[in-house]
Every structure is written in C-alpha cells, then in structure tokens.
C-alpha cells in the first residue's frame, strides 16, 4: 500500500472534516445484532469513534502505525496496525465491516475476500467517501481550478474511483439501500486551506517540485474568502452497503 499517511497523521487528525452522527447510526440500523464491526483503514479513529457508540467492540485497524497513534482512546475500540488485505481476525467475527474514504488504496480484490473471511454470513460491507466539496460559487470556482488545473497531475490513479462516485467501484455484494448523507464543516479561509494541505496530490506535488501549489492559490483564495471568515463547507457523501448474503 502506498504510504502517504503517516508523515502527515497529526495533520489528518486536526484538519480532515468530521463524518455526520447520523453515518453511525445508519450502519448501526443495517444490523438487529449489533455485537462487532471492524473499521478497515481507520486513520485517527474517526468513524471508529461512532460505531463505539453503536456495538459492544469495535476493531479499528490502520497500515499506519502513526495514524493509528492519532486515534483517541476508548474502552470499547480495540486498535491495531495490520493490512486490510491480511489480517489476525478470526473467521466469522465480524457483524459490520467498514472502509471511509480509503477503499481506493486498498488491493480491492484481496480486500473483499478478507471481508467475506471475517465478516458474518448475515453481516454487512458498507464503503464511504467523499470528493470536491462546496462552499458558494466563487470559491467552488476557485477549487475547480485549483483541483484540476493545477494539482490534478499529482494525484495518484486510484483517485479516479473516487472521482466517480463509486459508479466504477467493484462491489461483490448484495447492495442495501442506505440513506444520503453529508459532511458539513464550518470554517475560516485558514482553516480551509489546511485542509487541502493534506490532499496527497499537493503533498506530493511538493516532494516533486519543491513548490507549494497552495501558496500562490491561497493567494488568490484570500480575494474571495478572507481568511479569517467562517463559511460552511460542505461534501456529499457516496456510500455503497451490502449483505454478506
């Protein structure tokens, strides 16, 4: 897996937008035992953070040994750090597993035969992302341009995935409806632009370039939001569940 994480944990941590209550509570309703999920991929434990709320053990694993140092502590969250293709959970464990805004990385084929190894006959696969979010229609402007004029080149082809809204996604199961949902953030210019510092593509536009993309576009973003200002951001989530059976 390509490891673009780590470096960049504590970042991920303070400046990724949060996933909506309701998300947890969704998963939680596909399932009428609600005994143990695994979150795949977990990074900081965010959406481990609900489903703890939900099930009596939640199993959060991450690739990342600094990411997952960036989770918060909870009594009823086991973490560990193992690929998501090859893990020690024993077979027909699991009741949900859930991937957010990591599929993508992941070697998805290998991926879903650990899933139907672990998971239980009558469990669930629930896959969440997200892409380009909206503010208002100066702005929107701006991150069009910033996004596909100047940083597209540095994203790494597994992005496309995300670019299609999972309408390209492989999934080998049988889908359950699910309700539409999105992230909603309110923050300042600042704040905003810490954000897209995490996008891989400007990370790695920096270690080819030795340019940050951001500092002239910032620039530019100043004129129409100034820094300081709170605006709601907001990013529609894609969401694809399935059953087991």
Known sequence: MKDWFSEQAAAYAAYRPAYPLALGKAIAKLQRYRGVAWDCATGNGQLAMQLAEQFALVCASDASAAQIQQAPANHSIHYSVQQAEHTDYPDHY????????????LDIEAFYKE??????????????GYGLCSINEAVDAWLHEFYYNIIHAFWEPERKILEDKFQT???????????????EMEWTATQFVQYLSTWTAVQKCIKETQLNPLTAAAEQLWKIWPAAEKRIVRWPLFIKAGAMS
């Open 115 to 128: 899933v139907r190894r672990v998971a239980k006959p009558e469990g669930h696969m629930v896959v969440i």
């Open 169 to 183: 996604l492989y999934f080998p199961f049988r889908e359950v409806s699910f309700p539409s949902l999105h992230m």
């Open 94 to 105: 699991f009741d949900v597993v859930t991937v957010a805004q990591a599929i993508h990385w």
